[in-house]
Nanobody, 129 residues
Framework: QVQLVTSGGGSVLAGGSLRLSCAAS????????MAWFRRASEKEREEVEG???????????YYADSVKGRFTISRDNTKNTLYLQMNSLKPEDSGRYYC???????????????????WGQGTQVTVSS
């Protein structure tokens, strides 16, 4: 059974930093691209925005334009853990952040929601000005 347990959210002032973690289990973590999504509102998951994605070996990453230069996605395949380092946070970065595991073994990294089949429970990030 796939489990993605997200942690590290919280409340910070604009300009601050947070580091999110996602502990994965129940599948061969190193075989799947991973990603972080966020949802700004309380609406359905269809509203999620792809924030960052990383390939199976960590060599390839893509970011949403809104977070380039501020966020860094990384993974530790020895610990089955995904990370998102968020610096220079802005109020518009607020929302619930989800980690997601790719739906296809050895699939490419993608910021498209449909490329992911398993999701963590999410962690709330609140940035105040």
């Amino acid at each position: 059974q796939v489990q993605l347990v997200t942690s590290g959210g919280g409340s910070v002032l604009a300009g601050g930093s947070l580091r999110l973690s996602c502990a994965a289990s129940g599948f061969t973590y190193s075989d799947y691209s991973m990603a972080w999504f966020r949802r700004a509102s309380e609406k359905e998951r269809e509203e999620v925005e792809g924030v960052a994605t990383i390939s199976t070996d960590g060599s390839t990453t893509y970011y949403a334009d809104s977070v380039k230069g501020r966020f860094t996605i990384s993974r530790d395949n020895t610990k089955n853990t995904l990370y998102l380092q968020m610096n220079s946070l802005k109020p518009e970065d607020s929302g619930r952040y989800y980690c997601a595991a790719g739906s296809r073994r050895f699939g490419p990294p993608s910021l498209t929601r449909s490329a992911y089949s398993d999701w963590g429970q999410g962690t709330q990030v609140t940035v105040s000005s």
